[in-house]
């Protein structure tokens, strides 16, 4: 089995910073792409940014210069450091995780719990 486990969202003001930290763990055969999305009330879920194993980040137009995401390979993590949050940054943010299982020869998502972000202007 495998698990993706979230940590580091709250509540901050606008202009503050918060880092999320999304941990994969279990039965893992290799780790391909690593990203993070947010879903605001009433709205669909939308890709925030992805780091690939290799290559370039890609980010969301709304959040370029203010939040940027790293991967720990040796921990299987991936983390969201945001800053200069804005009250239209608060959603439930979710880490994906493109991985392989052991015992698989199929590459499958896989979702984190989703953790609360809330900016207050």
């Known amino acids: 089995q495998v698990q993706l486990v979230e940590s580091g969202g709250g509540l901050v003001q606008a202009g503050g910073s918060l880092r999320l930290s999304c941990a994969a763990s279990g039965s893992i055969f290799s780790i391909g792409a690593m990203g993070w999305y947010r879903q605001a009330p009433g709205k669909q879920r939308d890709l925030v940014a992805v780091?690939?194993?290799?290559?370039?980040?890609n980010y969301k137009d709304s959040v370029k210069g203010r939040f940027t995401i790293s991967r720990d390979s040796a921990k299987n993590t991936v983390y969201l450091q945001m800053n200069n949050l804005e009250p239209e940054d608060t959603a439930v943010y979710y880490c994906?995780?493109?991985?392989?299982?052991?015992?698989?020869?199929?590459?499958?998502?896989?979702w984190g719990q989703g953790t609360q972000v809330t900016v207050s202007s």
């Open positions: 780091i690939p194993s290799t290559g370039s980040t």
């Open positions: 994906n995780v493109n991985l392989r299982p052991i015992g698989s020869r199929l590459w499958s998502d896989y």
